[in-house]
C-alpha cells in the first residue's frame, strides 16, 4: 500500500503547496461573481437544490482549489466539471474557493433508522473488516481538516455521498490526492453501510449547531 500511495503523495503535496499561495491573494468578492455559472448546480448559495449535486457552502477552501485543478487536469473524473474547470485559471479557481468557504451550509437530518449504524461506523469504524472510523480524519462533527485533503462531510447532500464512497469502491475515483486512502476504506463497505454513513454525515454539525 505505501508503493502505491507515495506517488499519489507526493502529487497531493504540491497541489496542497499551490493551493496555500494562490489562496493568500484570493478575493471572496471576484470569486461570487465567477459563481454565477455554478450556480444552477451548486444553488445560489452554494446548497445545492440537486441530491447528485455536492454542497460548496462551508466546505475548505483549499480543497475546492485542488478538486478544481483535478477536474481540469482530468485527474477527477467528471464531464461536466471538466467542462467548466477547463477555462478557469488558478487565480479564479481560488477565488471560488474562498467565496464558498465563507458562505453558510445547510441543516441536514439523519432518519433514526440510520442514525444508530451510520454513528457506529463513522464514530468507530469496522473492525473485523478492517475500515478505520471516518471521525479519525474527517473529525467528530465531519468538519474535516483543512489543509489536509480531507473535507468537510457535516450536512452533505446524501446521494453525493454514497455516490463518490461508490466510485472509491468501484476505483472510478482514484489516482490523485486522498483517494488512495478513501479506495482502501471503501471497497470494503456494503452498499447498506455507505448508505448509513451517507445519511449519518448529512445529519452531523459541531455541537453549537446541532443545538438550535
Given amino acids: 500500500m505505501i508503493a502505491k500511495t507515495l506517488p499519489a503523495l ?7 503547496f499551490s493551493a496555500t499561495a ?3 491573494d484570493a478575493d471572496p468578492m471576484r470569486g461570487e461573481t465567477s459563481a454565477a455559472v455554478c450556480a444552477a448546480c451548486h444553488g445560489q448559495n452554494g ?3 440537486s441530491p447528485e449535486w455536492p454542497n460548496l457552502a462551508g466546505q475548505h477552501a483549499d480543497y475546492i482549489f485542488e478538486q478544481l485543478q483535478y477536474y481540469k487536469s482530468g485527474e477527477r473524473n467528471n464531464a461536466i466539471m471538466l467542462g467548466q474547470a477547463a477555462g478557469l485559471d488558478e487565480q479564479t479557481m481560488a477565488d471560488l474557493a474562498v467565496y464558498y468557504e465563507g458562505l453558510e ?3 441536514g437530518e439523519t432518519p433514526e433508522e440510520l442514525l444508530t449504524t451510520g454513528r457506529s461506523i463513522y464514530m468507530g469504524g469496522i473492525a473485523e473488516k478492517g475500515v478505520p472510523a471516518c471521525v479519525s480524519c474527517h473529525g467528530p462533527a465531519g468538519m474535516g481538516v483543512p489543509s489536509s485533503g480531507y473535507p468537510r462531510l457535516s450536512g452533505q447532500k446524501v446521494q453525493y455521498t454514497s455516490d463518490q464512497l461508490m466510485l472509491y469502491r ?3 475515483r482514484s489516482g490523485y490526492g486522498q483517494a488512495a486512502v478513501m479506495n482502501e476504506i471503501a471497497v470494503n463497505l456494503t452498499d447498506e453501510e455507505i448508505q448509513a454513513v451517507a445519511n449519518y454525515v ?3 454539525y459541531p455541537a453549537e449547531l446541532a443545538a438550535e
Fill in 105 to 107: 451550509a445547510e441543516i
Fill in 170 to 172: 468501484s476505483g472510478e
Fill in 47 to 49: 446548497n445545492s437544490m
Fill in 10 to 16: 507526493a502529487t497531493f503535496l504540491l497541489v496542497s
Fill in 202 to 204: 448529512r445529519g452531523l
Fill in 22 to 24: 494562490q489562496l493568500e
